[in-house]
C-alpha cells in the first residue's frame, strides 16, 4: 500500500467541534497572550449567547495573525471552528494547535469542497456549531480590509444560518504584514448580526457579498487618526515597511526604499518619513509623502493598475521556488522548503516558473484566468500560489513580493475576473 502523503492525512482529517476542556484552554489562553497585553476592549451590539441554541457563522475582517484569538473570547465561551490555510497544516509549531482546536483546512484562494465538507458538518450535523470564517482569505497587507473571496455570499446563503461580524480594530498594529515580531497596544472589537436566516433566503448572492464587504470593511490608520493609540515597539516601527512601500512617491524609483528602525527612506533621492508609535508617518524635511501607509499602497495600486493596460506590460525576477515535504511537518515557522531556482514571469496569459526543481528542469505556467492573487502568509518576504491544487512559494531576489500582488491581481480584474476590488475605490 502506498504510504500517505502529510497532505493526504491533512485532507482526511474528521471534523468535529472541540472538546470542552480544551474550549475552556483556549479561552484562557486568549485572553491572557492577547486580550490582558492589548486591553481589548469588546462591543456587543448582539449579545453571542442569544445564538447559543442555534447554528452560527462568524464573520471577521482579518487584520493580524492575532484574529483567531480576538474572536474567540469575544464568543463569551462558545465552541468556535475556524478555517484556516491548508498550508499551515504542515507547520510543525501549529500542529497540536490546530488538531486540538479542531480547525478546518482551506486551500486559499481557489474552491476547496473539503472547507465546504467541514463546514456542514459542523453547522448541519454537530449541535450548535459555530465556524469562523475570514472572508477576504489574508490578513490584510495594507492595514485595511481588502474585498471578499469569490463564492463568499454562494456559501452564507448555501448554509441559511445566523451570521455573527466581528469587526477587529487596531489589530493590524499588533502585528502588521511587515513584521513578524508582535507590537502590543489598543485593539477593540465589535460583535453585530449581520444576516438572519430569512434575509439569507430573501438576497442574491450578490447582495449578500456587496453586504459582506461593507460591513466588515476596516481600516485601522483611519480609526487611529482620532484615537491615537501608542504601540509598543522597540526595534523600529518602520523596519521592513519596504516591503510594502516599495515605490518613491517623490522620484518614483521602485525597490530603492528602505525601512529601518523608525524611518523610511529612498536610497536614490533621499525622500522619506518617520513612522512612530502610533503609526503616523511624519515626512523628513523637504520630503513628500502620502498621508499615511494605506494611501501611500494604495497608490502603488493605482500605478500598478495603469502599468498592466499596456499590452506588452511584462513583470520578471529571479526567484527560489518552495514546497511542502510530502511526509514532514515543516519546522522552524518555515512555511515549505527550497527546491529549486528560475525565473517566475507574469504578462496578459499568465504566471510562467522556467528554472529548476530537485535539481532537474522545471516549468509550470498558470493561467491568468486561474490566478485571482497570491498570498503572503507571514510577513511580504515571499508569496504562494497553487498550480493544479499544489502549493508554491516563490522567494523573490528583492522585496517586491507587493509588487507580485499587485500585479497579478490588476492583470486578473483587467481582464474582467470576476473579484474586482471594491466599488468605491477610485482607481484615477
Known sequence: MKKKTLNDRIRALKIKKMHPVMNGVFDILAKILYYNQCKVDVTYHVDPNKYRDKPVIVVANHASRMDYAFVKYAMKGRSVNFVAAENEFHRSHLQLVFKLGKVIPKKNFVPDLKTIKGMTEILRHQKNGCVCIFPC?????????????????????????????????????????????????????????LFNPEQLAELDETTINQKLDEALFTDDYEWNKTRQHSYKCKWGYAKNLHQLLYKCPACGEEMQM???????????????????????????????????PRVWFDNERRDMHKKVQDPNFVLEEHVQ????????????????????????????????????????????????????????????????????????????????????????????????????????????
Open 137 to 193: 482569505g489574508m490578513s490584510t497587507a495594507s492595514g485595511a480590509q481588502q474585498p471578499s473571496m469569490l463564492g463568499s455570499g454562494k456559501m452564507l446563503k448555501r448554509f441559511g444560518v445566523h451570521v455573527l461580524c466581528v469587526n477587529i480594530h487596531g489589530g493590524y498594529f499588533v502585528s502588521p504584514k511587515f513584521d513578524v515580531k508582535e507590537r502590543y497596544g489598543k485593539v477593540e472589537v465589535e460583535i453585530s448580526e
Open 258 to 292: 528602505l525601512g529601518e528602525g523608525n524611518t523610511i527612506k529612498c536610497l536614490k533621492c533621499g525622500n522619506g518619513a518617520t513612522l512612530d508609535d502610533k503609526y503616523n508617518l511624519v515626512a523628513l524635511p523637504g520630503s513628500t509623502v502620502p498621508e499615511n
Open 321 to 428: 521556488i518552495g514546497v511542502m515535504h510530502p511526509y514532514k511537518y515543516m519546522k522552524n515557522k518555515k512555511v515549505a522548503h527550497i527546491v529549486g531556482d528560475g525565473t517566475l514571469r507574469l504578462d496578459h496569459t499568465g504566471v510562467t516558473y522556467t528554472g529548476t526543481r530537485d535539481g532537474s528542469p522545471w516549468q509550470v505556467h498558470i493561467p491568468r484566468e486561474a490566478i485571482v492573487t497570491i498570498c503572503l502568509p507571514v510577513d511580504a518576504s515571499f508569496f504562494y500560489t497553487y498550480a493544479s491544487g499544489e502549493f508554491l512559494q516563490f522567494v523573490p531576489d528583492t522585496a517586491s513580493s507587493l509588487r507580485w500582488l499587485f500585479a497579478v491581481e490588476e492583470m486578473y480584474r483587467t481582464h474582467g475576473g470576476l473579484w474586482q476590488n471594491y466599488p468605491w475605490f477610485n482607481y484615477d
